[in-house]
């Protein structure tokens, strides 16, 4: 197991070094802004050539720069989790949005929902009948009808209704309330298992989006969205039957994309800057970026909380709030002080950790970019 | 494994279920104030009678409200881990603060470390002759000498020198380049293994830190300060050789902490707000609180990602970062739209991703406490 790619001076990977003399203090999240672009433009570009449109995750960034970025390489438009993410990213200017989630309107969430519904393009997620009646109490706040996507589950066994005969009965439901029935929407989440795994994910997310929208057309609803999409599974996800991909990874990559053959060492587009800030102990240093900065996330498919390019065979074994006790092997050892760059393990849970990140332009000025929907979890 | 406490309608549990029906979106972070301000006062009194200090870690809390309290208590000044940290506390009116970390003061640290040193009490730690050279120019930048701990490592093998023989090498470099040797300082992290391990942990602390303090003293350094701590250990780290200790997540408990003995279920003073959005699937219900919320931190002691006390026997047994899907056995069932409090396994984890929290008081009014030190990690 673990992704100990040999640390090679390849055009990308020599981009981390120049990071490692930027005056910043750490530890820090540095963007490289030139692959990152890259990342998007071959997302889209990719997706176009099939047919297919990209409705980014922005979970994974949390910036409206980097949401504008996407949208201004084509995607049209961007999914979130949460009606606080969308609420953030509408503040700024996007103005069509997916929450990809069962979203469940009580309270003041309600009021919240029908506001977007009236200044934005905005689409939410169901999938139960009961949720229905507070999307529609939503919707009679707001001067527009909400637009709802069915979430249907193709083998990750977390939400969505597991099959077409439950999509059509939410659906029906949610018509006869007074919502705009749209489309159908997955997460082939279980993409993130192995390589075949995203093969395999990829094919059932087509089969049971294909179903489903069969199964609606047929019982006289108007499908004009079917949305699949994980950074794994989309270079498998080619179908006609689909209309939309809602990748989010993708944007900066990490070593469980690497793992997952998603994206190449050469597209990291992301690390922690960390500084080495004790060496007590034999066969060990200590970096500055504990949980705190790289989260607890542990994929299956990776080993240590962090690859370190520089040190391809030291392993970030332990992992305290503050503290990353880095375990070493025989070779050079870092030295106290010494800034490193650090792989994530998890793109998405590390920038939800951080307030902002460090933009690195292709001419190497820097630029601050809030992390705009941090901590929007309601 | 695993806490599967019964849940019981206990004076401080049926707490949780007042709170299930407060209007607050989810999901929310609340803190049973009561609660808290006992678990402050406990300690702070238990250790007051064995003449031993309270310094309460900060990192754990955040919040300027919070330390504060523990300050009332008695508290005589509060611990945090970054400069960053500090700052806040500092300029919420905190004048006495030691950052228990091997402060790397390179870059912009040192000038922020001087004027720290300026406005405040301030203590840093060191385990290192490199790094004094740093603290040294910080020193200079400030009118005031810089007071420095010496960190031993106890048993936790992270940061700290191995030895007396250590401390005083670091602590003579220390007095030499112009800095103030003001003590000794531990982690006795080790307690976090079980029960056993925590009263191992404590006479591990209390021995290092007695031989250290015994070393420097004959070395002609003035040891004002000895200071222990971690919450598990603290109640066995009871010597007159120490002078302080510095437990942070008693004031909240947790899963772990529970598990591992130092506080009980009655003392819990910090439950996640969360709503069941989805139950799609047959033997699971789907909680709005993720791995954002909940953190991925996945102590030994403990099983699954938070524990349900209305719900003892369900597990959390994979987290998303916006989905917490509960397994669920024989008996009631959450339903729809329920509200859930959830006990976080690690409250550090799970208070560093939130910016507020909703404080219950004991007449039931509410109050928002921002998380004044969110995200401050340099």
Redesign the interface.
Known sequence: MGVTVPYQKTEMASRFDEFLSL??????LVVDVPRMDRNIRLMVDRLAALGISCRPHA?THKSIEIARRQLSAGAIGITV??ISEAEVFAAGGIDDIFIA????A????RQRLARLNDTIRLAVGV??V??IE?LAAAADMSVRPLRVLV?L?SGE??????DSA?AVAVADAAATAGLEVCGVFTHG?HSYGSRAAARLAAADEVDVLGDAAQALRAAGHAVRVVSGGSTPSSPYAVSESLTELRPGTFVFGDRQQCALGGLGEDDLALVVLS???????AG?V?L??G???L????PATVDGYGWLPRYPDAHIT?L????A?VTLSAGPEPT??EVLAIVPNHA??VV????ELVAVHADGSLEWWPVDA??R??
């Open positions: 005056d910043i203090s750490t530890p820090a979970k989790a949460t989630y069962p979203v469940w009580a309270g003041a969430k999938d139960s009961p949720a507070h979430e589950d066994h977390r939400t969505g209704v597991p439950g989440g500084t080495v800030v004790s060496r007590a102990h060990q200590v500055d970026a949980a705190k900065v989260s607890k996330d542990l332990r305290f709030d503050h503290h006790p106290l002080g998405c849970a939800n950790l951080a307030t941090h901590s979890n309601t």
